[in-house]
């Protein structure tokens, strides 16, 4: 059973730069992808950024591409999720999430494909 701890959330002004982390236990951190979502009270949780196993594939929903940018340190069984410039409608709770299964660039931004999810981070970007 992998378990996820996510920190680094907080309250920022717009324009303003957060890192979330996301540290994994109970698991082998190195096989898994890692996925950073964000939903709000009563709406569906949506994709925000993925990683490979590896670390050599990424990929980006499109309202934060170019703005955040998502990282692993295996040897530290932590991701992250750095995010700049950020906007009002970026204020979500952030959840991360790790998958076991192969390598499918088709998955990476749906949710059921996640078996392990943390608790959550608020991040709130004030105007």
């Not at 608790?119 to 105007?127: D, R």
Request: net charge neutral; charged share 15%.
């Amino acid at each position: 059973q992998v378990q996820l701890v996510e920190s680094g959330g907080g309250l920022v002004q717009a324009g303003g730069s957060l890192r979330l982390s996301c540290a994994a236990s109970g698991g082998t951190f190195s096989s898994y992808a890692m996925g950073w979502f964000r939903q709000a009270p009563g709406k569906e949780r949506e994709f925000v950024a993925a990683i490979s196993w590896s670390g050599g594939s990424t990929y980006y929903a499109d309202s934060v591409k170019g703005r955040f940018t998502i990282s692993r340190d295996n040897a530290k069984n932590t991701a992250y999720l750095q995010m700049n410039s950020l906007k009002p409608e970026d204020t979500y709770v952030y959840y991360c999430a790790a998958s076991p299964r192969p390598h499918d660039s088709r998955y990476y931004s749906d949710y059921g494909w996640y078996d392990y999810w943390g608790q959550g981070t608020q991040v709130t970007v004030s105007s």
